[in-house]
């Protein structure tokens, strides 16, 4: 893959500035040379290479936005731009950084006390400390309101019960960030490994998202010290808070699996020839590839647009349904269409198609489904809410 040629029809690079340019060509760059060639055996044995997590750590990716506490904080383009570099090489590197950053640094550096933030941040920024999100339960996705884990007051500390389903980096996670019922109000709380009560399972099996841990946790009278609780916000506004920062930097991401498997198919078809010539020169090929750039083109811009209007405070959470359902959804139909341009190729994984439309088919699904999302667009441009 060191012959990676990343798309850019529309002169894209035009618009970003040299030290957004630099931080993604530093990331694509790692990426390349330290993650491209394990992928495959890592996906193989449905394994995350874990041994690299120092390095993003050095890289500065893991909280990359936030400011202070070791973190790096970049610019929110630069944010998505280092996504867009990891989904490249795999939507389960993204998961893995944008669990670490947007799911779990982001809450405890937004509600966290001074105590929490100090304890947490410098060691999860550096990936000595690693962190899980669990909001969803096996009978709550879509609607997580309707969680059933909860958290009781008993005195000097909280009594948590309940359990969460397809958790992300679970399994290996030093502290989970829980969403749990206080009185009927959703909160935030971390959960440290090894505390007495709190165990996890493996989701095996996966077509999906094989190089990332899956896990249910489980909550079974668990004493959780009350200076576990983030303070600043109450209610489903603190894991809605997370997902949007999270969705942000999936609408990047996508682009990413994208422009992988557009250069992957567009080199096939130069090289692959069949009727004594290249694929590449027969018109229906290259109608796929056109459509494929073209997608991509149009996925690029609104990853930039939504990296400006958070710059400029002006992005509304419909603003990142918008572009995390439409990009999600073009990389899954690049991936449909690099597949048929690969032929028989395609399906061995040999080439990185195959694995890349697997992992979508998780990451159309995660952090708020295609149709949700268009929900959300529909009540935002309507007035009329149509989710329930
Ligand atoms: C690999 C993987 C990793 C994940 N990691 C995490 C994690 O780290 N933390 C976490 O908390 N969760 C995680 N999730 C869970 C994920 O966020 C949920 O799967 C997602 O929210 C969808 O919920 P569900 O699977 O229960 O689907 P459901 O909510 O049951 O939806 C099933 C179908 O019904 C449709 N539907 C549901 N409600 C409506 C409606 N009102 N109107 C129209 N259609 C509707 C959906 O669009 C979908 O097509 C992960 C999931 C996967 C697959």
């Not at 946790?217 to 303070?231: G, H, I, Q, S, T």
């Not at 994984?349 to 295609?370: F, K």
Request: proline content about 3%; overall charge negative.
């Amino acid at each position: 893959m060191s012959s990676y040629k990343a798309p850019d029809f529309y002169q894209i690079d035009d618009l970003l500035t040299e030290e957004e340019c630099m931080v993604r060509d530093s990331v694509r760059d790692w990426v390349s040379a330290e993650f491209m060639p394990v992928i495959e055996e890592h996906n193989r044995a449905a394994t995350f290479p874990a041994d690299l997590i120092p390095q993003l750590g050095e890289l500065g990716v893991l909280g990359a936005g936030l400011e202070g506490y070791g973190c790096a904080g970049l610019s929110p383009t630069s944010y998505g731009l280092i996504l867009q570099e990891l989904e490249r090489g795999d939507s389960g590197l993204r998961s893995f950084v944008s669990v670490q950053g947007s799911l779990c640094m982001f809450p405890i550096h937004a509600y966290g006390t001074e105590e929490q933030k100090q304890k947490w941040l410098p060691k999860m920024a550096k990936g000595e400390l690693i962190g899980c999100f669990g909001l969803t339960e096996a009978d709550f996705g879509s609607n997580p309101g309707g969680m059933l884990t909860r958290l009781d007051d008993a005195g000097d500390h909280y009594v948590l019960n309940g359990s969460k389903y397809w958790i992300t980096n679970g399994c290996v996670a030093d502290v989970a960030i829980v969403s749990a019922k206080l009185d009927g109000v959703v909160r935030l709380i971390l959960v440290e490994k090894g505390t007495p009560g709190y165990s996890t399972n493996t989701i095996k099996n996966k077509f999906s998202l094989r190089a990332s841990v899956t896990s249910e946790l489980v909550f079974e009278d668990v004493k959780v010290p009350k200076a576990n609780l983030l303070p600043g916000v109450e209610g489903l506004k603190g894991p809605l808070s997370c997902l949007n920062s999270a969705r942000y930097g999936i609408a990047f991401g996508a682009v990413g699996a994208a422009m992988a498997v557009y250069d992957e198919a567009l080199r096939y078809s130069q090289n692959r020839i069949m009727f004594d010539r290249p694929i590449a020169r027969f018109q229906l090929v290259q109608n796929k590839l056109v459509w494929m750039i073209n997608e991509i083109t149009k996925g690029q811009l609104l990853a930039w647009r939504l990296g400006k209007l958070k710059e400029s405070h002006k992005l509304h959470h419909s603003h990142v349904s918008l572009a995390k359902r439409n990009n999600c959804w073009m990389a899954l139909e690049c991936c449909r269409l690099a597949r048929d341009i690969l032929g028989a190729n395609g399906i061995t994984d040999e080439y990185q198609v195959m694995r890349h439309m697997c992992n979508l088919e998780s990451v159309i699904t995660y952090e708020g489904t295609h149709d949700i999302h268009a929900l959300i667009v529909g009540r935002e441009i309507t007035g009329e809410n149509a989710i329930m």
